[in-house]
């Protein structure tokens, strides 16, 4: 096991290295300075241009520069961004909360009703109810998440103010501006709850709501679909004639003998969606005006902002390596023959 | 006793009026609370106009100064020394990380200077990305020295008369005041980083609290020189999209939204919402490089003028939400030439292009992608007029950092950008249109005109803004003559106010300006 845990580290390294060098020739491509962008159509003196290209490092050749930057982020300094002059680390740590904890709820959301809805289209093959739950999840996984965030928006905020005040959702943001929550976790929910504030908690609840509903979108679709067909092939074996045969209820058949087999499949696409919603959120953060990674990432980009693109970029690359060495080692303990396989 | 009790209602219902906060939704987070550090419009409205106050203002709604930090200024009669007596009473922001022990002096205002003119100064050093708006709006070449002439006194040594300094002195990146007291206390402890992040000023506002990209939170400043705040509490909801911001205004979870886009203002019709328009100092331009073949001819650049349609271009770029532009210099500036007018005339455009000897050659009109506006829709309309005149373009997008560097490089014929003036109108006319202006990269017509950079020089020597008005009013008339470049529009501004806001007036410089601003 130890060999093996060796192994899989070993890749680790030239991952990692491949990574930074990705992210750091990819953003000075792109031309233009942060300087220059900075200042825009503005008059760029000379010498003050000079000046402030030299103090940001960018006067140095190019390979100096990574090799600066691979040393510092070897020693877990990723720098500080040219726009806010904040630490890339202080910058990722205060958004990357907002992220997990919408793709945790989009993720939730998405896996209970897309396992309840590929089931009861798997039971009820062929009947309306299969077409329409396969039609829905196609228009689903098919649908622009812009327009479909703004009608949510449309009618579940603004439209049922009128018809049914008490429903109503709020348009955008984590919690309602009259809350002044003190980050303590950056979790706005478990903030919220322990803040101890009279109807925080249920706001940071309310404005999760269609942000989830947005993002799972897409999840929920690829979960029912891949449920159906899974469940379908399952509902087709010998034990699950058995049990039938049994006498068991059709319920206890369905969630406890096939439902379980058939969530292998489901289980392993869930754990790809995880990567795609924690870095797929960028529109769905923009809608709803959700302080994330996602976003952090595109304006830096646009501003040239170099040590939060470097540094953004290399911790969520570093986590996805990390989760998936994870993921390596336990398929690797759970079935020795990964382990022994040359 | 009844009246006790009549007092100590209307002061709980006083208290209750006061509770509700004004929510303002914008479009993007401020880059950071140093101002001085900071080049952006949307830290301006935020930071600028809340936190701090500079030593000169402009009266609400106007162009016109009026005394801000310093109450009043003089000039010496060679026009090289501006004294400015500062205002006394003045307090900063009393916070958890700072407690002031004395109200705002001279040694503030000295501070304040130095630190972005001083090379030597620490702070330079903390400001990595430089003080860029002390260079790049003229302020650190106007300025020779700083000198403390007594506790409420300093005087400005200039480097030449510059009619610019009142302008200069009403910038919020140049001439926002910090307390010296402060920035020794952050010295000493070995963190003036903090200056960044934990901001102490003068202004109307407090810095409460900011959620990165989220939530920015301001209360009132009791202890304010001027009207005081008639709210307690400022939110800022940063809010990207455009149309989200008109769903959270009608859902009242903002009551003002800044810079809300024209297409999306039909969606207030029936509501508490209300949209006042601004034509801001701002001029959509085209661009001629003077310097390429064909473009350099005079009558070339004039037909250029001639055959391009601004009705159509303003319907079909601005859906109309912009008026026409003849002058470089917008309406709200003072000298603007109402007198120009712009013509639209094929047959005469026709004559001078055959007139100047084009041979077809093809040109090319660099566009960036993205922006205020469709820049490919507005190049296509370019590319249509001028067909119809003879002249071929071609469309080149490319992104907004490639498209800066290659027309600063001066690589383009043809380009089209806004410019936003600060107030004085050299600041459209020496950026874009002097020599200097050429080797800076920021001349995209590139052209270098030594009878126009004498006529800026006279008019940035003289004091006097009605012989300066003359002087600009020949500048605009010669430009119209020359055609260095087009005026196309002067667009709209759109702020979208909650009726329940009373007070709130569009800024011809298209900020936001919290002052007179209250709520029921």
């Not at chain 2, 952006?40 to 936190?51: E, H, L, Y």
């Not at chain 2, 800022?236 to 009551?255: H, S």
């Not at chain 2, 709209?492 to 806001?501: E, G, L, S």
């Amino acid at each position: 096991m130890f060999s093996f845990f060796l192994k899989r580290l070993g890749l680790v390294i030239p991952t990692f290295i491949g990574i930074t060098l990705l992210a750091f020739s990819l953003i000075h491509l792109i031309p233009g300075d942060p300087v220059q962008v900075m200042a825009g159509e503005r008059r760029l003196d000379p010498a003050f241009y000079a000046e402030t290209l030299h103090r940001l490092g960018l006067d140095r050749p190019l390979y100096e520069q990574y090799g600066i930057y691979l040393w510092k982020a070897l020693q877990l300094d990723l720098g500080e961004s040219f726009v806010t002059h904040e630490g890339v680390w202080s910058e990722f740590l205060k958004l990357f909360p907002a992220t997990v904890e919408l793709a945790f709820c989009a993720l939730l959301f998405a896996t209970v009703v897309g396992l309840l809805a590929g089931v009861l289209a798997a039971i009820k093959r062929g009947t309306i109810l299969d077409h329409g739950v396969m039609g829905i999840s196609l228009t689903g996984f098919s649908m622009p998440i812009f327009w479909w965030g703004l009608l949510l928006i449309m009618f579940f905020s603004v439209a049922m103010r009128d018809i049914a005040p008490d429903f109503a959702l709020p348009v955008s943001g984590r919690i309602a501006l009259e809350f002044d929550i003190a980050p303590r976790t950056g979790f706005m929910l478990i903030d919220a709850w322990l803040s101890g504030e009279a109807g925080a908690f249920k706001s940071a609840l309310s404005h999760l709501v269609m942000p989830s509903i947005v993002l799972g979108t897409v999840p929920l679709a690829v979960i029912a679909r891949m449920t159906r067909s899974s469940m379908l092939e399952v509902l087709r074996e010998d034990y699950v004639r058995t049990a039938r045969a049994k006498g068991l209820s059709p319920a206890r058949v369905v969630f406890v003998h096939a439902l379980r087999n058939a969530l292998v499949p489901v289980v392993t696409v869930i754990g790809l969606l995880v990567g795609t919603l924690l870095g797929g959120a960028v529109l769905t953060e923009t809608i709803f005006s959700w302080p994330g990674v996602g976003k952090w990432l595109i304006d830096a980009i646009g501003r040239r902002d170099y040590p939060v693109v470097q540094g953004g970029i290399l911790i969520s690359a570093t986590l996805v390596i990390v989760v998936n060495l994870l993921v390596d080692l336990l398929y690797g303990w759970i079935n020795p023959r990964i382990r022994h396989a040359k | 006793m009844k009246r006790t009790g009549l007092a100590l209602g209307l002061t709980a219902c006083l208290a209750a009026a006061r509770a509700a906060p004004l929510t303002v939704c914008t479009e993007a987070a401020p880059d950071g609370f140093d101002i001085a550090q900071s080049e952006s419009a949307v830290t301006v409205d935020a930071v600028g106009n809340t936190i701090f106050d500079q030593l000169l203002m402009y009266k609400r709604g106007t162009t016109e100064f009026v005394p801000g930090l310093a109450r009043a200024w003089r000039l010496s009669a060679d026009g090289l020394q501006l004294t400015l007596e500062l205002r006394p009473g003045v307090k900063f922001h009393r916070t958890p990380w700072f407690t002031p022990t004395r109200e705002m002096n001279a040694d503030d205002v000295v501070f304040s200077f130095q630190r972005m003119a001083d090379a030597k100064s620490p702070w330079q050093a903390v400001a990595k990305g430089g003080f860029l708006m002390w260079h790049g709006t003229g302020m650190g070449d106007a300025i020779k020295a700083v000198e403390k002439v007594d506790a409420m006194t300093v005087r400005l040594q200039l480097k030449q008369p510059n009619a610019l300094m009142q302008t200069l002195l009403a910038n919020q990146f140049n001439s926002s005041v910090y307390s010296a007291e402060y920035g020794a206390q952050l010295l000493k402890a070995g963190k003036p980083e903090l200056i960044n992040t934990q901001p102490v000023g003068t202004g109307p506002f407090v810095f409460k609290s900011y959620q990165k990209d989220a939530v920015l939170r301001l209360s009132a400043h009791l202890g304010y020189w001027g009207s005081k705040p008639q709210f307690d509490q400022l939110v800022v909801a940063i809010t990207p999209d455009a149309n989200v911001r008109v769903q959270r205004l009608k859902a009242g979870e903002c009551l003002i939204g800044a810079n809300m886009r024209g297409e999306t203002l039909g969606g207030f019709d029936g509501t508490a919402v209300k949209v006042q328009s601004e034509v801001g100092l701002l001029t959509g331009y085209i661009a001629l490089n003077t310097q390429r073949k064909f473009l350099s001819d005079k009558r070339f650049r004039q037909a250029l003028s001639l055959g391009f349609n601004k009705a159509s271009y303003i319907q079909s770029v601005y859906g109309g939400r912009a008026l026409p532009a003849a002058s470089f210099l917008p309406p709200s500036q003072w000298s603007h030439d109402k007198t120009l007018d712009s013509r639209y005339d094929v047959e005469q455009a026709q004559a001078l292009v055959k007139a100047s000897g084009y041979d077809g050659t093809e040109l090319a009109i660099f566009t960036r992608i993205g922006g205020s506006i469709d820049g490919r829709r507005a190049a296509e309309l370019m590319q249509a007029d001028w067909a119809r005149i003879g002249v071929k373009v071609r469309v080149q997008m490319m992104e907004w950092g490639e498209m800066l560097r290659r027309t600063g490089a001066g690589e383009h014929d043809i380009t089209f950008l806004n410019w936003a003036g600060d107030g004085d109108p050299d600041s459209f006319f020496n950026p874009n249109l002097s020599c200097e202006g050429v080797s800076a990269g920021n001349n995209k017509s590139r052209w270098c005109n030594k009878a126009f950079d004498a006529l800026l020089a006279r008019a940035r020597a003289n004091y006097d803004q009605g012989q300066r008005s003359l002087l600009y009013g020949q500048a605009q008339r010669m430009v119209a003559e020359e055609v260095p470049l087009i005026p196309t529009v002067y667009p709209q501004y759109f702020t979208a106010v909650n009726q329940k806001v009373r007070g709130f007036r569009s800024s011809p410089f298209v900020d936001l300006d919290f002052r007179g601003v209250s709520l029921p």
